[in-house]
């Protein structure tokens, strides 16, 4: 069990990142190529790469390679819905204290 537990720790830590994230919310519904994740989160190529290379490497998204771009996608539809509950708790405890942010 305490095998599992360590696993978990590291699972987590990828979502402890903001731009994993927004990576994360950008592969929620589609698979998409480096290119468009550049295009949507604004940061560098070197950067997305990083990011997308420590989600492979610890199981939450896959790629494909087509022609020259690389796309990826989630491993696991039920990724999205830990990240769902999480982001609705942390919703709710901003509301109760009155400091709810637009465009959450």
Known sequence: MKE?????????KVFSNPTRLEILNLLKDKEMSVTELIEK?????????QHLSIMKSKGVVTSDRKGKNIHYRLTNPKIIEAFD???EVLTERLKKNGKIVEKL
């Open 4 to 12: 599992l537990y360590k696993i978990h720790a590291e699972l987590c």
């Open 85 to 87: 509950i999480i982001k």
């Open 41 to 49: 989160t604004k940061l560098s190529q070197a950067n997305i790469s």
